[in-house]
């Protein structure tokens, strides 16, 4: 019988393949993307063990606005390597404070403190948490569609696909979801140009029948909606949700895991919309592919959430702090807010020409380098089976995309900030080859 092997896979002495081993010893609850098995990368591509490279527009879940293994990201890395590794919170250090300086000096005005923690799920338990403490409110407002990571208070704001909470309730109390803004298929049929803000209306009304506004500690919300759609909440909404929060006491979360460091061409989404929240969370591409993430308020909020009412053993590795002074350093110096800006716009009129002319796409939305393609049947319905058959087709060219949305029906096109013009056409030319071959 033949042994299957992925891509790039080379069989060990006991005549295992990668694949069986890791099925061996890795749950299966943890979703592989691709069975590709890569030996090296670097910039925008990976190389398997037997010499086949592609282009990763996937950005290692858009981690790696780098790309991978940027040079002066190895050489902060090495350098710290060589003083020390871990500190545990116990001393202080010149990286982690400098790495926290150089990051409240990205965020937007105001938002001048912060905590460190590792994920982007343990940073939004952070976000939370300092809500509540600060508010002395227990309600949470969220959105559907929303994905906020797998901990249990992330997963309990979390509402991109009920797979993920299946079989966890119960989950945080006093949790609301109301309805994103995702206009392509607005939950209340209105059409752009005749847009209400019945999001806005609807979340106004779960203050009449579900909770009074001030028991609400926090509404948290993805300013461009990541796993849940790829989809930009319009500049009204935002506006008007913090109007909203202003007026009745509520923190604004900003989860800007996915949408900062970057990614939309800004260092945040939320600076398209000129809208600031009163906690940012961050993690992803903040550390080149290093674990590090936080949580970003005002220091007066900050202040009132005292010593010991939350803590790290990991939050603020050197390590990760030194990946991360040098990320934000190579994005200022390159020029990358720019440059992926203009380049990610003329991609975007590319991609709303090829849908002109192609009905199977139904949607391009977007800034920068976070754009997201929907996919749709003939009657306007997700079409997961096409999506499956272009990401099929773009991998046999050699370029690597995910999709996105609870029916895997949109592209993430989302390739690192380091990705030139040229890059990102050759990368747009075997998208188009793939959509036309099912037109
Ligand atoms: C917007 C957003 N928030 C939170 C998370 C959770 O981050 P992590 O997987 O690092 O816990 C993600 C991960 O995809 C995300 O996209």
Redesign the pocket.
């Known amino acids: 019988m033949k042994t299957k092997l992925s891509i790039g896979e080379t069989m060990n002495t006991a005549g295992s393949t990668l694949l069986e081993r890791s099925a061996r010893v890795i749950t299966p609850a943890l979703h592989i993307y691709y069975p590709i098995t890569i030996a090296s990368a670097k910039g925008i591509y990976v190389r398997t063990s037997s010499g086949q490279t592609y282009i990763d527009f996937t950005s290692g879940?858009a981690a790696l606005n780098l790309g991978h293994n940027h040079p002066r990201v190895l050489e902060a890395v090495r350098s710290q390597l060589l003083n020390f590794v871990h500190t545990g919170g116990i001393y202080l250090n010149e990286t982690t404070v400098s790495a926290a300086e150089q990051l409240v000096s990205i965020t937007q005005q105001g938002l001048d403190m912060l905590f460190y923690s590792n994920?982007?799920?343990e940073a939004?338990e952070g976000a939370l948490k300092l809500a509540r403490y600060v508010s002395g409110r227990q309600g949470i407002i969220s959105f559907i569609g929303a994905?906020?990571?797998?901990t249990f208070g992330a997963l309990s704001v979390t509402s991109s696909s009920a797979l993920y909470r299946e079989k966890y309730h119960p989950l945080l109390p006093s949790v609301y979801h109301v309805p994103y803004p995702y206009c392509f298929r607005c939950p209340f049929n209105c059409r752009p140009e005749s847009c209400t803000l019945s999001c806005l209306t609807s979340l106004k009304n779960s203050f009449e029948h579900l909770i009074s506004p001030g028991e609400v500690a926090a509404i948290i919300i993805?300013p461009v909606l990541?796993?849940g759609g790829y989809f930009p909440a319009p500049n009204s909404f935002l506006s008007a949700l913090r109007e909203l929060c202003t007026k009745e006491g509520i923190m604004l979360i900003f989860?800007e895991?996915?949408s900062g460091m970057g990614r939309t061409g800004r260092w945040f989404a939320a600076e398209h919309h000129g809208v600031a929240p009163d906690i940012l969370v961050l993690?992803?591409g903040i550390a080149s592919g290093f674990p590090l993430s936080a949580v970003v308020s005002r220091s007066e909020l900050m202040r009132r959430w005292p010593e010991g009412a939350h803590g790290t053993t990991f939050g603020g590795n050197p390590v990760s702090c030194a990946a991360s002074i040098a990320t934000i350093e190579v994005i200022r110096e390159e020029g990358l807010l720019e440059k992926s800006s203009l380049i990610g716009t003329a991609a975007i009129a590319r991609l709303g020409e090829l849908a002109n002319a192609h009905p199977l796409i139904g949607s391009v939305r977007g800034y920068g380098y976070m754009i997201g393609i929907e996919l749709v049947d003939s009657l306007g319905k997700p079409d997961t089976e096409a999506c499956r058959k272009v990401l099929d087709y773009c991998l046999s060219k050699g370029l690597i995309l995910i999709s996105c949305g609870v029916e895997r029906n949109i592209i993430r096109f989302i390739p690192p900030l380091i990705a030139t013009e040229d890059e990102v056409n050759l990368a747009l030319d075997i998208l188009e080859a793939g959509v036309k071959t099912l037109s």
């Open positions: 879940l994920s982007g799920a939004v994905f906020h990571g797998r993805e990541g796993e989860d895991v996915q993690a992803k």
